[in-house]
């Protein structure tokens, strides 16, 4: 979605700019080939990290490679000495990397054969678990969770159960081949298609579940748009991209103002308590929202896109200006 991302973004000359999520590069190219501006790159995976920093050698003085999470980000901006509210526009692209899925060893895929990893850090944290760890030591109920409420899977209970009792009988799941199989194993006789009709494994929600649990992303995406908020200036561009519900709710929530804490509502505000009735100063207090979108409805790939790169069909994009 590059030209949508520069549509809402409007890169200028002499501006600011972050890419929260570099991934390949793809979206720091364009940005910086729309406008003589300087960006800084930031992704918690090494081998982005180092592809961004042959970008910077390839445009000198205008980008800032920084390698961590958004958690980290604070620090990292600090040791560059950039302040809040110093920003002129933050692109994130949520999910995972094509660079990281076409990498079979990292355990992110489905379709390729390897160890159980699944951190997107590649190791940079010691202490991080990894998704082999996740399914030797959680026990039935906590697997069921991570499968039902990351993956929205409904077989989620049936796989827990199964994984648990190939634990005690067999041995340790250790590859994204055993997942898969153990997954087709509960569910005999089905046929999943994904949103462009083409058959999907039905093990691809268990990986999406416990990819976000092993590198806790909703929890750093809701970290990364409270920091949003602090370090662009006003009238600061933001644009999200993201690839299923769990993201978008968060994202639509914190730029609709619905927030608790600086954390997302986990309820919609017309589900709050239809008993209670609030004076117009709780509502305005609620949805005061620092946000304002520029989008009024999400934006999705063009079909030809989809057809070039098949990986984007899920891809929702919202985009927001910083108004207080």
């Not at 949508?4 to 929260?20: G, H, R, S």
């Amino acid at each position: 979605m590059l030209k949508e991302v520069t549509k809402y973004l409007k890169p200028a000359d002499n501006e600011l700019y972050i890419d929260m999520t570099f991934g390949a590069g793809g979206h720091s190219r364009q940005i910086l080939a729309s406008a003589d501006c300087r960006l800084i790159t930031l992704d918690r995976d090494p081998i982005a990290y180092e592809k961004a920093k042959e970008l910077a050698t390839e445009f000198p003085n205008r980008v800032t490679p920084l390698l961590g999470k958004f958690s980290e980000l604070p620090s990292l901006l600090k040791e560059i000495n950039i302040k809040q509210a110093s920003i002129d526009g933050i692109l994130f692209d949520f999910g995972c990397s094509s660079m990281q899925l076409d990498n079979g060893e990292r355990g992110f895929s489905v379709s390729k054969n390897g160890y159980l990893d699944m951190r997107m850090d590649a190791g940079r944290d010691p202490n991080q678990i990894t998704a082999r760890e996740v399914l030797a030591t959680a026990n039935e109920q906590e697997l069921y969770k991570i499968f039902k409420i990351y993956g929205e899977e409904k077989k989620a209970a049936k796989i827990a159960q199964t994984i648990i009792q190939a634990r005690y009988m067999i041995k340790n799941i250790e590859t994204t081949k055993e997942l898969v199989d153990i997954v087709d194993s509960c569910c005999p006789n089905e046929f999943r298609l994904d949103k462009l009709q083409r058959p999907q494994s039905n093990a691809t929600k268990v990986f999406q579940a416990l990819r976000i649990f092993v590198n806790n992303e909703l929890n750093e995406l809701n970290y990364g748009m409270v920091l949003s908020k602090y370090y662009l200036k006003l009238q600061g561009r933001l644009v999200t991209i993201c690839f299923h519900s769990l993201e978008d709710t968060i994202v639509k929530r914190h730029i609709a103002g619905n927030i608790i804490n600086e954390v997302a509502n986990p309820v919609p505000l017309r589900y709050l308590n239809p008993a209670v009735v609030q004076d117009q100063d709780t509502i305005n207090q609620f949805l005061d929202s620092p946000w304002k979108a520029i989008n009024k409805h999400v934006e999705v790939p063009s079909d030809e896109e989809v057809e070039r790169n098949p990986r984007s069909r899920s891809a929702r994009l919202r985009a927001a200006i910083k108004i207080k």
